[in-house]
């Protein structure tokens, strides 16, 4: 038997800016989230990022942050002492054993999108691996509305990622395959993962093409966020973070129900939450010695 | 409007899901409430908590929220309290005298 691929798999990697001394920095903070799916961590020196990595959460949480932040650190001859203060966020904060706070990750998205995108980010949608929260922010990345599902998988990155393996897609193409269609077909009925697959599987044995099949999921699970966002009334400007963010499938079909044109980052979208928490330690850090 | 005056501004924070059978939120308004909690004892079924706001780290009063584990079943949870008929008005939101809470179904 052939190996089996695992469409579902995304990149992992890490990255610092090696134009940056932090031996020279007066404040080293850090934010740590450790989501259902992958975990993040951000190193901040004085306010600047300095280093990240992202990877998959294991099965065990701590185990899980204590090698994000290894990896960040990797190369960099930092180590836990150097940093001044941890946040731990997302699903796993409980977990992060070096943390000195645990915040929730709608708080630290907020923030996160501010610094991201800019202090005229208003609405954050964050799509992560098992939850969607939608934040409503003031210009200075302070939650004004929010809310969160994460009853169900619905419009999440794990559904994206079980279509992607139903698919044999690798998940990083999903969202231009799904926009290669001619016409848009109608989205499928039911956003459950469970269900919404068991619906895709009737569609490919009625000879539906692959591309049409994720563009009916990808619509499906656009429409179902915005019926989400509606509730804490999206103003502009409006940004997506989380892994769904990079899938241009989704992204487009949420902006055309909007009508509104989502702002584009250089940063990647899925360290939103961590980049928040190092933000928030940041801030931690200056009043804790001020006292 | 006490946190209009220190330049913060209002949040409303809603707790709850939506599922196949509708949406279920109850929403506090955390620029109303400030964390009395009187809404405690109020509810039949224990729904509300009374702590430090997770959601900003930097608020200084308490702030009334619904708890962990009854996020995931408020249809069910508040279930008692919304007869299909002659609803009585809600004991949550009639105790809270700031009008902080509202219910989404």
New interface residues.
Partial sequence: MSEKKEFWRWKEYRWHDESIDWKGADIISAGVDIGSVSSQAVIMADGKLYAFSNQRTGFDSPESANQSINWAMEGTGLTLKDIHYTVGTGYGRVNVPFAD?A??E??CHARGGNFMYGPSVRTILDMGGQDCKAIRC?ERG???????????AAGTGRGMEVFADLLSVPIEEVGELSLSVEEEPEPVS?T?VVFAKSEASALLREGWPKNKVLAAYCAAMAHRVV??LE??EVKKDFAITGGIGKNSGVVKRLEQELGLESLKSNYDSQIAGALGGAL?AQ??EKKRRSV | MRNAECGLTAMIANYGYKDGSGDYFIAIDTDKCNGCGDCVPACPNSVFVVGEDPNDPLRDEPVAMVGEQERKKLKYTCNPCKPDHDRPPLPCVQACKLGAISHSW
């Fill in positions: 706070k915040l929730t709608i708080a003031d302070k939650v004004e509305a929010f809310l969160m599902n994460d009853k169900c039911s459950c019926t989400l509730r804490i928030f801030a931690l």
